[in-house]
């Protein structure tokens, strides 16, 4: 009867110490990276042109987005 609780003890402080490490890990994540542009709010196609033309050989990503 004693081997079953050391291996709950075992399995907890295990499950324990991942989460420890998680939330570590997560909390030291940086949440913007430093060259990082911020996003756009674009309200007409020429803009959205422009922007789009100047940056020519960088990954784009354009999301549209609709409230319904």
Do not use: C, H, W
């Not at 490490?21 to 030291?28: K, T």
């Not at 990082?36 to 990503?61: P, S, V």
């Amino acid at each position: 009867m004693q081997r079953p609780v050391k291996k709950r003890a075992i399995v907890a402080a295990v499950v324990l110490l991942a989460g420890i490490f998680m939330v570590i890990y997560l909390e030291n994540q940086p949440r913007i990276v430093p060259e990082q542009e911020l996003l756009t709010d674009i309200q007409n196609i020429e803009t959205l042109r422009t922007q789009f033309n100047r940056d020519a050989g960088k990954t784009r990503l354009i999301i549209l987005v609709s409230p319904t």
